[in-house]
Every structure is written in C-alpha cells, then in structure tokens.
C-alpha cells in the first residue's frame, strides 16, 4: 500500500512541476477589493494546493479527535456496565453459596443408587 502512495504521490508531484515549468506567466489574485497579488500560475496553484492539504490535515486531525471522543465514552460506559455485572455475579455466587449451606447434606448411597439406576 506504500509504494502506492508513494506512486501516486510521485505521479502528482511530477505533473505538478511540468505545469509549473509551462505556467510561468504572471495571473493576478484579488485578495480583497482593494488588494492585488500578481505572481506566477504556478506559484498560484502551489498556494492554493498547499493552503488545501493545511486544510485537510486539519479535518483529519479535527475528525480523529472526534474518534477518540466518541471511543473514550463508549469505553467508559462499557467499564460501567462491566462493573454492575461483576457485582451482580458477586451476588449471585453469594445466594448460592446461601442456598448450598441451606441444603441437607448428600448422602452418598442415595448418590450411587442414583446413578446406578440412570445407567
């Protein structure tokens, strides 16, 4: 996948200088009403190609920090839900631990016979 972007990158950076080379004659840029910049098409187009990848490198950063956001509170929530049910299985070995100290103790024979019978 690398050496993919690294093609496609190389591909775009090689046609960007050939239309730089081609491109030299001056282009005017209005900024404001009032103000003017002349300078090369190609000088132009690598502003506002730069200005776009700034752009863009901040979206991704912006949209990975809302990731991260959104993944911490699920985490979170996820943590809490866990911990009730550790409580709730601490409660429940608890009741059973109860009810097994409620019971009549085994009797043995009556284990075997049982046993016997159901083979």
């Not at 491109?23 to 300078?39: L, S, Y």
């Not at 098409?41 to 700034?54: D, T």
């Not at 699920?74 to 100290?101: C, F, M, P, T």
Request: hydrophobic share 50%; with cysteine.
């Amino acid at each position: 996948m690398k050496q993919i972007n690294f093609v496609i990158i190389f591909i775009l950076c090689l046609a960007l200088a050939l239309f730089s080379l081609e491109n030299t004659q001056p282009g005017t840029i209005n900024v404001v009403p009032e103000v003017q910049v002349q300078a090369p098409i190609a000088i132009e187009l690598l502003l506002a190609g730069g200005i776009g990848a700034v752009l863009a490198w901040l979206y991704s950063i912006w949209t990975h920090w809302q990731r991260l956001l959104l993944s911490s509170q699920q985490v979170r929530q996820k943590n809490v839900q866990i911990n009730e049910l550790e409580s709730k299985v601490e409660q429940y070995q608890a009741e059973v631990q109860s009810l097994k100290l409620a019971l009549p103790p085994v009797n043995d024979s009556l284990v075997k016979e049982a046993q016997a019978v159901t083979q």
